[in-house]
């Protein structure tokens, strides 16, 4: 046996290394975690979250619709995701330079806000100007022209927002004035709660991320309580009520016969096993071993049937199956 030096044998340079071991058997995508903030727990119940999801939905739907009527190309716009924050943090997530239109409701002090790209505005206003391909746009103010055709395109996004909301949003709404600059917009005062929606607004080969704000105290009187307390005069009643609607198992029963082990162990087929139930006495009727009356054998078709005959519960004699 000959000793080799570790160094001499070491692998040639053109050799690769051998690949590192995977980090587990199967590679697990990253999750999303939502940060809490236990500061402010102005968070929204899970029912009325669902509720106003699928409101927002309709609401996409209804608005990338429009959007292809109006602009004339192929748009689509989705839900991203829903929330309630103060206005402070909506305007604080906005880009400081963005269109803001600023929607008074009727007998309401905060205003609705719809918020989008002014690049992307100027986009969609290229399109109705018959431009095929427009060019990317700076982010700058509306002309005069410009703003009464977005007006117009937000005057038929709050008819769809109406319809989609339904009996959800009963102030009437109507498009104000346009801001630029989110830290100016005055649509609310700052701890005043927003419900937020974003959405992904999709106009030809570009997209654009958008956002609808309306004052929480105008969607969450339509929405109820989350979890309504029940008072302590409807909890027997409604505990009965629950308590009527269990199925429980009913039995007709013999007299039960006292034997020893040792007879029990010696049963065979064949045997005979008195028991101390009179032949012209009704059966039992248990509910989990609880006597509640007595009937008869009887029939019901090719099934057989217990005739009652009486209930320990009223102690009367009765007839009925």
Known sequence: MTLLDPAVTSAPASVPAAPAPAAGPVARSARQVEVYDFRRPTTLAREHSRVLELAFDTFARQWGTQLTAKVR?????TCEHVQMLTYDEYASSLPATTAMVLCPLEGVGPKAVVQFPTSAALG???????????HAMPDRTFSPVEQALVRRLMEDALDDLRYSFGS?????VSVGGF???SQFAQAAQKSDLMIVATFEIRVGERTALGTVAIPAEVLLPQLGESNPTVGAADARRLLGAQLAAVPVGVALQL???SVRPGVVLGLAVGDLLPLPHPRSRPLEITVDGQSVGRAAVGANGSRLAGIVVSTSLTGTEEGTS
């Open 124 to 134: 969609w206003v290229s399109h109705m100007l018959g431009a095929s391909k427009p």
């Open 168 to 172: 959800l949003l009963v102030d009437a």
């Open 255 to 257: 007299a039960p016969a």
């Open 179 to 181: 801001q630029y600059n």
């Open 73 to 77: 190309v192929l748009s689509q716009v």
